[in-house]
């Protein structure tokens, strides 16, 4: 790997535009650039995974539905198409999301079926499972996790019905959707409810994304929900809540509300004229919180309600929800809150991007593809 180590915050906050301050007399870190990978390919890769010990990453293609193994150096260690028809294939033309486990071996987890590999991607076994991710994301999901002997999953029994459970005014109760399973037999562990402080427990309905994004370090589990603002933190594996704090957004972060069913695209509607978080991270001691703008509610009212996905529609989600703000926390104390004109994402304990602050990461095509690493210093 290249190593750039760039300290570039210094410079960008002082003409980025901020949307708060937080009072504090304590230290703001900085933004850093502290490592980059560079992969001779023509497309852009989506991040999915990272070994523990960073010797290697896990990529995916969509253009060739191939997963890349990439090499702490950027090398493309293998590339391999599991979703052809074949003696290795998971039998699917998309997968939920893929994990690295222990003893080199890597779990590809489709509807109903957890299909686990060697690292040259030659299928040991696959397993039926009984249980169904509760996401709307494909091929990179936030609702399934490994770590050691186990596996983290945001799910639903696959004859259980989502709708109903979602919709009750006894949503926090009514199903337990966090469960912790043994990782070789995929059996439930452990399991908690959503938390009844959460805004979907406060406010129950229906929502368009209700997985959280939960990092797991050492015997703690962190959750953040994307609807709601509030940091929770649970014992690992056993999933006992010991302790939360709300994240205290400003007022560029609009709280989304659940859908009228009897609205047509009520759920994009919501969606666009609410906030979401997106990602979390911990750096060097310091939490980095990511969530994005929201469209004001009264240009959103005015959007024709029988076709979503139109122009107006899309050049409104381009100007606000494109928009991302940041929170630097140490403990639970809020430093700093403000916008970066970047995109930073997280994988694992990765804080990366594929551009530096300010680049558009698609105004020139590219044979190479550089994804920086960053770092809170």
Partial sequence: MKNFLLLLLAAI???SEKTQETQSDAYVPDLVIADSLVIDNLTQLTFIDVKEDHSEYLFYDFKT?????????????????????????????????????????????????????????????????????????????????????????????????????????????AYPFMRIRDI??????????????????????????LDPIVKIIKD???????????MYVYDFPALNLKTSWDLNPGDNYKQTLPQDPDINFDGFLKELAGSQYKAFTFSNGNLLTIYEGAAPQDEVDKLPKEYIG?????????KYKNKTYYQIFKDEKKLWEGFWDINLMSVRDILYSNAKPGEDPDAVEKDMQTYYFYELR
């Fill in 184 to 209: 070789n037999i995929f059996d439930t562990l452990y399991t908690s409810f959503i938390p009844k402080e959460t805004q979907m427990a406060v406010n129950p309905g229906l929502y368009n994304n």
């Fill in 310 to 318: 139109g122009p107006e529609f899309t050049e409104m989600a381009e």
């Fill in 13 to 15: 906050v002082a003409c």
């Fill in 65 to 173: 539905s191939e997963f890349f193994r990439i090499g702490k150096s950027g090398e493309i260690i293998l590339k391999a198409n599991r979703s052809e028809d074949g003696k290795d294939s998971y039998k699917s033309s998309y997968f939920s999301t893929a994990h690295y486990l222990k003893n080199d071996r890597i779990l590809v987890l489709t509807y109903a079926l957890a299909s686990i590999y060697d690292l040259d991607f030659n299928l040991i076994e696959s397993k039926n499972v009984d249980f169904e991710l509760i996401t709307r994301t494909g091929g990179g999901s936030r609702a399934a996790l490994t770590s050691g002997d186990y596996l983290y999953t945001f799910s639903l029994d696959t004859d259980g019905d989502v709708d109903t459970i979602v919709g009750s005014e006894e949503f926090s109760i």
């Fill in 220 to 230: 703690e589990m962190y959750v953040l929900f994307p609807n709601s603002p509030e």
